[in-house]
């Protein structure tokens, strides 16, 4: 399993106990790949209390489960399950109970990933690989919670990694204006929950992608791929290593969080706002050590490692209250 943005594009083209200072009852959802294939895990801001969630069905030891979303009261988590076939990947929304329990298939894919939940939980936005004679689409579609009446919401462009905003209002994305251009070349876009009113995040473009909403809204953090702070890579297809950055939502106040040569990814904020949890890694064991799940105070400082696992994917921070 390969970070799913870098993994979609590619399709496109084909065809540590410390306390973070977080307060209250919270708990961080997150992919850990371990022998080829991924497991969805949750654990503790403090790194206590670890607990797998689901066991994918693969038989390759290829693929897994990636990319949880909490639902508004932490009882639910969403997530992509990928389930190769004969090395293909072929992704489907699942859900499983927060607790532990039977995970349920939500869609039929062959191509459904990176979802995010609506603050009420009633509906689900994600991204939509479809394939024809033309070529290939990546495209945003929402759905009802368990997985039906899937309908797009947007028609135009190659989108992924969409993120709801806590008030309900928009959804930000990030947009590649042709299948050509490499990931760093994805731009942050907004749109109205019902597909209306699409816009570039600003009047100037800001180039990233996983955008992640503060509890207020009124903060996006994302991945930028433009500083190039890449480590030695012995092959020419090595991904490029991102950075974590903050930006209002307005597009300005842009701030970089982050300057290590590890590949940091997809941010999540804490229910309170105070710190930003992401993974943070090397595509090669050569180059250092394979993702970690860390955190950051949300207005900058120094990273804090949490637990002492690794092969991090996709974390996700939980509503407050979740056990």
Not at 143 to 150: F, I, P
Not at 154 to 171: E, M, R, V
Not at 193 to 220: K, T
């Amino acid at each position: 399993m390969r970070p799913l943005l870098v993994t979609a594009c590619a399709a496109l083209l084909a065809a540590g106990a410390h306390d973070t200072g977080s307060g209250g009852r919270t708990r961080i959802a997150f992919g850990l790949e371990s022998g080829g294939a991924s497991s969805i895990y949750t654990v503790r801001p403090s790194g206590s209390g670890l607990r797998r969630l689901t066991v994918p069905p693969t038989r390759q030891q290829l693929g897994g489960d990636s990319g949880p979303v909490w639902s508004p009261h932490g009882r639910r988590i969403v997530f992509e399950r990928d389930l190769t076939y004969w090395g293909a990947d072929r992704y489907r929304l699942a859900a499983v109970p927060a607790a532990g329990g039977l995970a349920r298939q939500l869609t039929k894919g062959p191509y459904d990933a990176m979802p995010t939940l609506s603050p009420d939980g009633r509906r689900i936005a994600f991204v939509r690989l479809t394939r024809s004679e033309a070529g290939s689409t990546a495209s945003l579609y929402t759905s009802d919670r368990l997985g039906r009446h899937a309908a797009r919401l947007l028609s135009d462009g190659l989108d992924i990694s969409p993120a709801w905003s806590p008030d309900g209002k928009t959804i930000s994305f990030s947009r590649l204006a042709d299948a050509s251009l490499p990931i760093d070349e994805a731009t942050l876009y907004l749109a109205d929950a019902d597909g209306a009113h699409v816009r570039a995040l600003g009047q100037a473009p800001v180039a990233g992608v996983s955008p992640a909403w503060s509890p207020d809204s009124r903060r996006i953090a994302f991945v930028s791929f433009a500083d190039h702070n890449d480590p030695d890579c012995p092959a020419a297809t090595c991904p490029p290593s991102g950075e974590i950055y903050v930006v209002d939502s307005d597009g300005t106040g842009l701030t970089r969080l982050t300057t290590s040569k590890a590949d940091d990814e997809h941010p999540t904020w804490s229910p309170d706002g105070s710190r930003i949890a992401f993974a943070s890694g090397f595509a090669l064991r050569m180059q250092g050590h394979p993702p970690w799940l860390v955190t950051i105070p949300a207005e900058g400082g120094s990273a804090t490692r949490i637990g002492r696992f690794s092969g991090v994917l996709d974390p996700a921070w939980s509503p407050a209250g979740v056990r």
